[in-house]
């Protein structure tokens, strides 16, 4: 095989984004971990046993972190507070709750990855590769708690 014909691909693989893109999917992310954030809030309080109500609790506590982290570094960058709401995740029983959150997560987790590989900026890299990583976790819980049930 002649190794000299193989390219190595130049970060960012995926990019890249402009600046105003950037924020935009900064933002993007604000808005989910707000949501995630309240809608575990309310997982807790239907999960069966303390194993279900230990890994929720830890996929929201771990979501307030990233709330935070994507809230500082909006900040950093724009010089602003982000401004925002959020639509409250609706599930007609806990286990379509789990299902659902589990779904999120798998999304997130790709959604964080694509935003990583499309910077050269170490500092939006990092604070969507630590998401990205606790991202794909908590569906390896969510997933564990859905078939549990």
Do not use: W
């Not at 046993?49 to 506590?61: C, G, N, T, V």
């Amino acid at each position: 095989m002649n190794y000299n014909l193989i390219q190595i691909p130049q970060m960012p693989i995926l990019g890249p984004y402009s600046f105003q893109e950037i924020i935009q999917f900064i933002y993007e992310a604000i808005v989910g971990e707000a949501t995630a954030a309240e809608f575990y809030s309310r997982l807790i309080n239907d999960a069966p046993d303390e194993l279900h109500r230990e890994f929720i609790q830890h996929a929201h506590d771990d979501e307030l972190e990233h709330l935070y982290s994507f809230t500082k570094l909006y900040c950093h960058l724009t010089g602003q507070i982000p401004q925002y709401t959020i639509e409250p995740v609706i599930y007609q029983s806990y286990k379509e709750g789990i299902l659902i959150a589990l779904k999120d997560e798998l999304e997130a987790g790709e959604f964080y990855r694509d935003v990583q590989l499309s910077t050269t900026d170490q500092l939006i890299r990092d604070t969507f590769y630590l998401a990205m990583v606790d991202e794909l976790e908590h569906a390896t819980m969510f997933s564990t708690l859905y078939n549990t049930i």
